[in-house]
């Protein structure tokens, strides 16, 4: 009996249909297209992307090393969750838990959760947050007390996830405004908020706005006090999306991490200053106690059974594999020093901007490698105008933004300093500073159109 003919594809399309056809936009197409006129075709509409080396606004990372282009190259069908298919995977990811741990100076322990990778910090926030609702929960219900009212403390310089949180998980956000020329919390701040409601308090190492750190110290200082003669235990959360990984280097003697006692999670973004491509972030705990076990949930249908602490399921593997990468490949004496490279070029860069005429910088003490600088006077212009011109002179992306209530009023421009912005850039974008003054103190301020057509924004 002859086998059933399977029919021959229709040949593919011509090539070059890509030159004089719209691309899909709202329909699905109907038929199929070259591979290589399909790849150029959406390689053209990138180029109408920003060059990320001219983008000083985000905080992310945009290049790695050949080697951990190829290691993700390699890996990304790797779902991570499959802890069965790709056991060793997930073991990688403990390896970063407890490297991490270490690096927070967290005490040496064997048994339990004390960690999980997150797609960032959103996700790690959100989880961390969460552990502090469910382990206020569990303090309450042990004393026969009330749950229905919890609260959250957290100053204006944190990014939108910590609102976003008190709202989907039905939290009272408790925010601490900034004020003009203060624009970072301190236990002053905070102790006015705190109740026996308060499921705890959010600081921030290393701002989005200016770089630099809320007073922890100070403010687990306060919470060992209200400790001792109240009786409440307020834990800490360090929001270290930024500062994870750059305190430790350029700042070790800074108390800020789980040598602090009242400090009981951190979360910290891989993609940031860990210096892997989005996206990847961390959750670490002090030790396995500060996660309840009703936030952990197991399951066996991929093959084993696992314990699962995320908001997301399935998820590549990549990024995890290139932070371990990252981990092995710089060790503290690397990461230490390009630390201190991006912290030279950022105080060069400093130097420069101070000395072009109108410009002050904003904040002192320590910082992440970026510049935080507003105009010091009036002028005939303004910050969002300086951010467009540059814009539209070399396609540089230095944002112009406001700061939250009650410093709403005050402009501040920052420039990121990583890898990418070498020494010969750093001095580029100082002459181009100083030549887009020139130009906006003749003309004025720009147009309305010509601000809006500028790409700004503050760049998590």
Not at 424 to 437: E, F, M, P, R
Request: hydrophobic share 40%; aromatic share 10%; proline share 6%.
């Amino acid at each position: 009996m002859s086998k059933p003919r399977i029919p021959e594809p229709p040949p593919l399309p011509r090539r070059g249909r890509f030159l004089t056809q719209d691309a899909p936009d709202d329909k699905f197409p109907e038929g199929r297209m070259d591979p290589e006129d399909t790849k150029i075709m959406i390689e053209q509409d990138l180029f109408l992307d920003g060059d990320p080396n001219h983008n000083l606004a985000t905080f992310v990372t945009t290049w790695m090393e050949p080697q951990a282009q190829e290691l993700i190259a390699d890996n990304l069908h790797r779902n991570f969750i499959d802890h069965a298919e790709y056991p060793q995977t997930a073991e990688i990811e403990q390896r970063c838990i407890r490297m991490l741990a270490d690096l927070f100076n967290a005490a040496d322990c064997d048994e339990g959760l004390r960690g999980a990778r997150t797609q960032g910090s959103s996700e790690a926030i959100m989880l961390g947050a969460l552990s502090l609702k469910w382990k206020w929960r569990e303090r309450r219900e042990a004393e026969k007390k009330s749950t229905d009212k919890p609260n959250l403390i957290f100053g204006g310089d944190v990014h939108v996830v910590w609102e976003k949180f008190c709202r989907y998980f039905d939290v009272e956000p408790r925010i601490v405004p900034l004020q003009k020329g203060k624009y970072t919390i301190g236990p002053e701040d905070v102790e006015a908020h705190i109740d026996e409601n308060t499921i705890g308090v959010g600081a921030v190492l290393g701002t989005t706005f200016t770089g630099h750190t809320d007073d922890i110290q100070g403010i687990n200082r306060l919470l060992l006090e209200i400790k001792d003669k109240q009786g409440l235990d307020v834990p800490l959360h360090v929001d270290a999306a930024s500062g994870g990984f750059v305190w430790p280097f350029l700042y070790p003697d800074s108390l800020w991490d789980f040598r602090l006692e009242q400090v009981r999670s951190i979360n910290v973004s891989g993609h940031k200053f860990g210096l892997v491509y989005p996206g990847i972030g961390w959750l670490i705990f002090r030790d396995p106690d500060q996660l309840p076990k009703d936030l952990v949930f197991m399951e066996n249908y991929l093959g084993k059974e696992d314990a699962t602490f995320t908001l997301n399921f399935s998820t590549g593997s990549a990024m995890v594999l290139a932070q371990y990468y990252n981990f092995c490949r710089f060790g503290r004496e690397g990461y230490k020093m390009l630390m201190e490279v991006m912290q030279l070029n950022a105080a060069d860069l400093a130097e420069k901007i101070k000395a072009i005429g109108p410009f002050e910088l904003v904040g002192s003490g320590e910082q992440l490698p970026l510049v935080a600088f507003r105009l010091a006077g009036e002028e005939a212009y303004d910050e969002f105008d300086v951010s467009a011109q540059l814009a539209a002179m070399r396609s540089w992306m230095v944002p112009a933004y406001t700061l939250p209530p009650d410093a709403q009023d005050e402009k501040i421009m920052r420039a990121l300093v990583k890898l990418t912005l070498g020494r010969t850039l750093v001095d580029t974008l100082a002459d181009d500073i100083s030549k887009a003054t020139e130009i906006l103190a003749k003309k004025g301020g720009l147009h309305p159109a010509e601000r809006k057509r500028a790409h700004t924004g503050t760049g998590y």
